[in-house]
């Protein structure tokens, strides 16, 4: 199935839903992925291979297999033109074998006008699926409701609409260890028209943002209180015995140490009949807000 150019061309200012449509399909491949690989148990990469705005008369494929596909007619709540899921005879061959567990080899060999019954409910319910995967995923100001039609094995079921409608159309493209094939979906353009960037939530003001470091003060982290640090030869260190003794310097200088990091100056003492460490300043810091606390 290929896209041939319409012989009419849409508006050019249609084509500024076409980044946003990109974004809004990303996320219904990943989707769709999902529920393929858990329904087959086996990994369907799938992709936007392609977004365009055109007419239907442009989703089409060769005259000889023009029927060879499952065309699904969906109505659009708020518009009168319908959407549409084309589903290619090859991609559908490809899920059933899946299906059957013949991995990526085909369940039936393609031939023209030879979509079968099976073929058609698998293609009936991934459209259910690919249309409720769409109005999720949709970022517009108002939401989008695609209810399920008709499912019929020929492109005569879109022949009632205009052919200059312009569409936005959507290529999915699935694969595994080959190319599955394509899905197109065809939106009326109209509804786009509510789309807009997606936006990260705004921030609140200033006065009101926790600073990062509060959102950790409560965890429990250890702190060592150093009397000393020494420096001495290995053989020294391996030689100590029992009653010998080391210098540590001055009796009044401590530090409490975090993360091997020293973080306060100070000096040990007693609080209470118990041993304890009295703050004289930060490390890290001229000033002494912490001066006298034990």
């Not at 299906?99 to 009936?124: H, M, W």
Request: hydrophobic share 40%.
């Amino acid at each position: 199935m290929s896209l041939q150019a319409p012989p009419r061309s849409p508006p050019d200012e249609g084509f500024a839903v076409v980044p946003l449509l990109h974004e809004v399909f990303g996320g219904v491949a990943r989707r769709l992925r999902a529920q393929l690989t858990t329904r087959t148990g086996v990994d369907s990469p799938t992709c936007v291979a392609m977004v365009t705005v055109s007419t239907l008369e442009a989703l089409c494929s060769d005259s000889e297999y023009e029927d060879a596909a499952l065309w699904c007619s969906n109505t659009v709540v708020g518009t009168p033109d319908p959407a549409y899921v084309v589903f290619e005879r090859r991609l559908l061959g490809r899920l059933m074998g899946r299906l059957f567990g013949e991995g990526d080899v085909e369940a039936f060999e393609p031939r023209a006008n030879a979509v079968t019954e099976v073929e058609q409910v698998i293609g009936a319910r991934m459209c259910r699926e690919l249309t409720e995967a769409i109005c999720s995923c949709w970022g517009g100001a108002e939401p989008l409701v695609i209810r399920p039609g008709a499912v019929a094995r020929s492109r005569r079921v879109c022949a009632d609409v205009d052919p200059v409608t312009p569409y936005a159309i959507i290529a999915l493209e699935l694969s595994g260890e080959t190319p599955h094939g394509r899905l197109f979906v065809a939106l009326p353009l109209g509804v786009t028209a509510t789309l807009a960037p997606r936006r990260p939530p705004p921030k609140p003001p200033l006065a009101r943002r926790i600073p990062r470091f509060e959102r950790v003060l409560d965890v429990q982290v250890e702190v060592v209180i150093e009397l000393a640090r020494l420096e001495m030869p290995l053989r020294r260190l391996h030689g100590l015995r029992a009653g010998d003794e080391l210098p540590l310097g001055a009796l009044g200088e401590a530090c409490a140490c975090f993360a091997e990091r020293q973080v306060f100056l100070g000096e040990p003492g007693t609080s209470g009949g118990l041993r304890s460490f009295r703050v004289k300043r930060r490390v890290d810091s001229p000033s002494s807000p912490g001066e006298g606390d034990r």
